[in-house]
């Protein structure tokens, strides 16, 4: 049911049970937010978005509000700037005055709220107290002093990744984000998705820095630094330093790669086309037995599983991450067969996430098939630290015959595209014909859950994709309560996918998602080799260094033993 209200002079239209902030965001009047995020559950915590309502004697939080018929609206009155300037004063006061060296210094949302609202001086005295910086984690760092109690953090983990390894503790004065009994995140139930960073306003979360030790690496002359990069990685760089997200990126990326001392890149979708066989073959060897098979390239998932739900982990594929099968590759097989000792090859990993820096951490054979894992936003600050200037660089054709992989590896950047990568295989292992239509719509999109059901020699087959770690948990409770039609299930922790991942661009909102989702499908339509098995490198790889899919000797090299339980 519509209703007519009045904002700043003007009637607009609002249905009944809209937040004010709904609709002025529907109008194009901004209101600066603080606690709001998304989609997450209003609260109307921080204030900031306070507006006033004439015939009311207080101001109202846009956010959580709901319009009312023939309410007037006033959103930037000089009684509404004064407290919305008195809010920013009051956080300030309690805030270090480290802006210079922040990490988050230019994308800072206190930083811009103070820009905006113009405060130049500090009125209240600070009451600031150094406090312990979390560094228990491999993947994120804490700074308690850096935050502002907008609760964003604690929403995010609760309702979007159904943890809750973050929340208010203590009550009013006192209240703070915290752990349980205040131990560091490694000890918690944190599943290092980095979802966190993402939405923290301020830099009281940020990822663990890598680029000190990748910088050491690369003046060693001792070492030979390679990397390894995500099918996101190249797309994420376009969108950063402005340029089209075309054929050429992924090789201008090379050439930015080479320049900064990396002696040769590599693209870990080949690695995912290796996953793509090696689960092919596992899923054909089970499918007799109708046992459901959970992919396992995210390793926020894996922890779940393993912390979580450890009655799933024989559901688990034990096959490695992309990362760390690519890792063990360079080290065991690539270089060395180029005459370089493994001791001496540093690889160095670009991911859109930020649990892959524990999954490389916490390998625990004795070895490291990846030495170091860097996100997005870490290649991004050194690509700007050398001044490389990626709008005049010549792009870099791929060097060795590693880094050719099909566009269904490339798709593992989007929820769907790691499954819709390994039907198409399945499909042609069991029948010896291609997947036609080679596109499957129903596992493509940013919905949180997609089905897909087909037939396979008459034998019916049903995917299902979730990403949103909570949308799991709700699939895994269907499956614990009896639901035994699933046969392959994908999980991806972040919303959307790795393309939305904890190691991405600091305000990520559905219009890049979209843009990064397009690019990948658009290099599957683009691609030449649209599937795995045709991968010409992958049978180079299987005739020289490993064997066929899912053998012993794949197993030794590629696959995990999920009956170890990890336990930080």
Same mark, same amino acid.
């Given at each position: 049911?519509?209703?007519?209200?009045?904002?700043?002079?003007?009637?607009?239209?609002?249905?009944?049970?809209?937040?004010?902030?709904?609709?002025?965001?529907?109008?194009?009047?901004?209101?600066? &937010?603080?606690?709001?995020?998304?989609?997450?559950?209003?609260?109307?915590?921080?204030?900031?978005?306070?507006?006033?309502?004439?015939?009311?004697?207080?101001?109202?939080?846009?956010?959580?509000?709901?319009?009312?018929?023939?309410?007037?609206?006033?959103?930037?009155?000089?009684?509404?700037?004064?407290?919305?300037?008195?809010?920013?004063?009051?956080?300030?006061?309690?805030?270090?005055?480290?802006?210079?060296?922040?990490?988050?210094?230019?994308?800072?949302?206190?930083?811009?709220?103070?820009?905006?609202?113009?405060?130049?001086?500090?009125?209240?005295?600070? *009451?600031?107290?150094?406090?312990?910086?979390?560094? &228990?984690?491999?993947?994120?760092?804490?700074?308690?002093?850096?935050?502002?109690?907008?609760?964003?953090?604690?929403?995010?983990?609760?309702?979007?990744?159904?943890?809750?390894?973050?929340?208010?503790?203590?009550?009013?004065?006192?209240?703070?984000?915290?752990?349980?009994?205040?131990?560091?995140?490694?000890?918690?139930?944190?599943?290092?998705?980095?979802?966190?960073?993402?939405?923290?306003?301020?830099?009281?979360?940020?990822?663990?820095?890598?680029?000190?030790?990748?910088?050491?690496?690369?003046?060693?002359?001792?070492?030979?630094?390679?990397?390894?990069?995500?099918?996101?990685?190249?797309?994420?760089?376009?969108?950063?330093?402005?340029?089209?997200?075309?054929?050429?990126?992924?090789?201008?990326?090379?050439?930015?790669?080479?320049?900064?001392?990396?002696?040769?890149?590599?693209?870990?979708?080949?690695?995912?086309?290796? &996953?793509?066989?090696?689960?092919?073959?596992?899923?054909?060897?089970?499918?007799?037995?109708?046992?459901?098979?959970?992919?396992?390239?995210?390793? *926020?998932?894996?922890?779940?599983?393993?912390?979580?739900?450890?009655?799933?982990?024989?559901?688990?594929?034990?096959?490695?991450?992309?990362?760390?099968?690519?890792?063990?590759?360079?080290?065991?097989?690539?270089?060395?067969?180029?005459?370089?000792?493994?001791?001496?090859?540093?690889?160095?990993?670009?991911?859109?996430?930020?649990?892959?820096?524990?999954?490389?951490?916490?390998?625990?054979?004795? &070895?490291?098939?990846?030495?170091?894992?860097?996100?997005?936003?870490?290649?991004?600050?050194?690509?700007?630290?050398?001044?490389?200037?990626?709008?005049?660089?010549?792009?870099?054709?791929?060097?060795?015959?590693?880094?050719?992989?099909?566009?269904?590896?490339?798709?593992?950047?989007?929820?769907?595209?790691?499954?819709?990568?390994?039907?198409? *295989?399945?499909?042609?292992?069991?029948?010896?014909?291609?997947?036609?239509?080679?596109?499957?719509?129903?596992?493509?999109?940013?919905?949180?859950?997609?089905?897909?059901?087909?037939?396979?020699?008459?034998?019916?087959?049903?995917?299902?994709?979730?990403?949103?770690?909570?949308?799991?948990?709700?699939?895994?409770?269907?499956?614990?309560?009896?639901?035994?039609?699933?046969?392959?299930?994908?999980?991806?922790?972040?919303?959307?996918?790795?393309?939305?991942?904890?190691?991405?661009?600091?305000?990520?909102?559905?219009?890049?998602?979209?843009?990064?989702?397009?690019?990948?499908?658009?290099?599957?339509?683009?691609?030449?080799?649209?599937?795995?098995?045709?991968?010409?490198?992958?049978?180079?790889?299987?005739?020289?260094?490993?064997?066929?899919?899912?053998?012993?000797?794949?197993?030794?090299?590629?696959?995990?033993?999920?009956?170890?339980?990890?336990?930080?």
């Amino acid at each position: 049911m519509l209703l007519t209200i009045e904002i700043n002079g003007q009637q607009v239209s609002a249905k009944r049970g809209e937040t004010i902030l709904t609709v002025l965001n529907r109008i194009g009047v901004k209101v600066p &937010t603080l606690c709001f995020f998304g989609s997450l559950s209003p609260t109307g915590s921080c204030r900031m978005c306070v507006v006033e309502v004439e015939g009311l004697t207080h101001l109202v939080p846009a956010c959580s509000h709901q319009v009312e018929e023939w309410m007037q609206i006033h959103t930037h009155s000089p009684r509404v700037l004064k407290a919305r300037k008195a809010l920013v004063e009051l956080l300030l006061a309690n805030h270090p005055d480290d802006c210079l060296y922040c990490d988050r210094n230019g994308s800072c949302e206190l930083q811009d709220l103070s820009e905006e609202l113009q405060v130049r001086e500090r009125r209240y005295p600070s *009451s600031h107290k150094p406090v312990q910086i979390d560094k &228990t984690c491999a993947s994120i760092q804490r700074d308690p002093g850096k935050c502002v109690l907008c609760g964003r953090c604690s929403r995010v983990c609760t309702e979007i990744i159904g943890i809750s390894a973050i929340d208010s503790v203590g009550r009013g004065s006192s209240t703070r984000i915290g752990t349980s009994y205040n131990k560091g995140l490694n000890y918690h139930a944190c599943v290092k998705c980095g979802q966190c960073i993402m939405s923290c306003p301020t830099a009281a979360l940020t990822e663990r820095k890598s680029l000190p030790r990748v910088i050491e690496a690369l003046g060693n002359p001792d070492l030979y630094p390679v990397v390894q990069f995500s099918p996101t990685v190249p797309g994420a760089i376009a969108e950063e330093f402005g340029l089209k997200s075309n054929k050429d990126i992924m090789n201008i990326l090379r050439s930015a790669l080479k320049k900064i001392g990396f002696r040769q890149s590599f693209d870990v979708s080949l690695a995912s086309d290796i &996953t793509i066989m090696e689960e092919a073959a596992l899923f054909l060897e089970r499918w007799p037995r109708k046992t459901t098979l959970f992919t396992s390239c995210c390793p *926020s998932w894996v922890r779940y599983i393993e912390v979580f739900r450890p009655e799933f982990v024989e559901y688990l594929s034990p096959v490695k991450s992309p990362q760390q099968i690519m890792g063990a590759l360079i080290k065991q097989y690539i270089t060395s067969s180029a005459g370089i000792k493994s001791e001496k090859v540093f690889v160095v990993s670009v991911m859109p996430c930020t649990s892959k820096k524990t999954e490389a951490d916490v390998e625990g054979n004795g &070895t490291r098939s990846v030495d170091a894992v860097i996100t997005i936003r870490e290649l991004v600050k050194l690509i700007r630290l050398l001044g490389i200037d990626l709008n005049n660089l010549e792009p870099e054709p791929a060097e060795n015959a590693f880094s050719i992989s099909s566009s269904s590896g490339r798709l593992f950047g989007v929820s769907g595209g790691h499954l819709e990568g390994l039907m198409r *295989s399945i499909h042609f292992l069991n029948t010896g014909q291609e997947l036609n239509p080679i596109k499957i719509n129903d596992l493509r999109g940013l919905k949180p859950k997609k089905e897909s059901r087909m037939r396979i020699n008459k034998l019916p087959v049903n995917v299902v994709a979730v990403n949103g770690l909570a949308n799991a948990i709700a699939l895994m409770d269907e499956i614990a309560a009896g639901r035994d039609d699933i046969h392959i299930v994908e999980v991806m922790a972040c919303p959307g996918g790795c393309i939305n991942g904890g190691g991405q661009k600091i305000g990520t909102d559905e219009k890049m998602l979209k843009s990064r989702m397009k690019a990948l499908y658009d290099i599957d339509e683009e691609e030449i080799v649209k599937v795995a098995h045709k991968n010409p490198t992958l049978n180079e790889l299987f005739d020289k260094f490993l064997s066929k899919p899912n053998s012993e000797r794949n197993r030794e090299v590629l696959h995990k033993d999920r009956s170890k339980i990890i336990s930080e």
